[in-house]
């Protein structure tokens, strides 16, 4: 069954570095999202994509975060200037139908 | 008034047991309701989805959504020690965007 995959499985990097996190979605589904939970916290959206452009953004998702839909497979999230309260574990969805959302494993990342 | 309200738990049940999770939301746009399951340290998992109110089915689960009261409910039936794990619900206005409760934490007794 096709899952969604998700690289690095963990990131750690110092406070104001940029960090690139991957995600491969299933290969038919046309709408991506990004949510992170911060640990013992809930799901929060961050952004949602569809037909190459940003369908909605969460007001966490400010001028430090962008996504790239690089190539026909990828779908990247970039922080710019990580800060210490990006710590979190980020999750790529994707879906065939809007309501549909299959989550990635995840890429925990550290700042420090 | 939190969008999406949750009661975290955990919530102990024998084996066997009818399990009733639910969530309430002020939002009276949402129409798009869904039910995660998540194990400890991986991602959430789509277990159901309803569009709009009323009933759906699947094995032993059993979504309600009830849009007049803001409630939404996830049954469990016969529960079994596997189906130990934090439930999300979440839901959606037909915008893109989906809004998440903080989970239930489920424990089901062997």
């Known amino acids: 069954e096709p899952e969604v995959t998700q690289t690095p499985s963990h990131q750690v990097t110092q406070m104001g570095q940029e960090v690139i996190l991957r995600c491969v979605p299933i290969?038919?589904?046309?709408?991506f999202y990004w949510y992170r939970q911060i640990l013992g916290q809930k799901v929060e959206f961050l952004v949602s994509?569809?037909?190459?452009?940003?369908?909605?953004k969460s007001e966490i998702f400010d001028d430090q975060f962008s996504v790239e839909r690089p190539d026909g497979s990828n779908f990247t999230l970039k922080i710019r200037s990580t800060k210490l309260e990006d710590s979190a574990m980020y999750f790529c969805a994707s879906g065939r139908e809007e309501y549909e959302q299959y989550f990635g494993p995840g890429t925990r990342l550290t700042v420090t | 008034q939190k969008e999406v309200e949750q009661d975290p738990g955990p919530l102990s049940v024998p084996e066997g047991a009818i399990v009733s999770l639910n969530c309430t939301y002020s939002?009276?746009?949402?129409?798009?309701f869904m039910w995660y399951r998540q194990y400890s340290r991986k991602g959430p998992e789509l277990l159901m989805y309803?569009?709009?109110?009323g009933n759906k089915e699947d094995g032993r689960f059993t979504a309600q959504v009830d849009k007049s009261s803001k409630y939404i409910s996830l049954f469990i039936r016969d529960s079994q020690p596997s189906d130990s794990a934090t439930y999300l619900c979440a839901m959606g206005s037909g915008t893109y965007k989906y809004i998440f409760g903080t989970g239930t934490r489920l424990k089901v007794l062997a």
């Open positions: 290969s038919n589904h046309l709408y």
């Open positions: 309803t569009y709009s109110s």
């Open positions: 994509f569809y037909n190459n452009e940003i369908s909605e």
């Open positions: 939002n009276s746009a949402f129409q798009y």
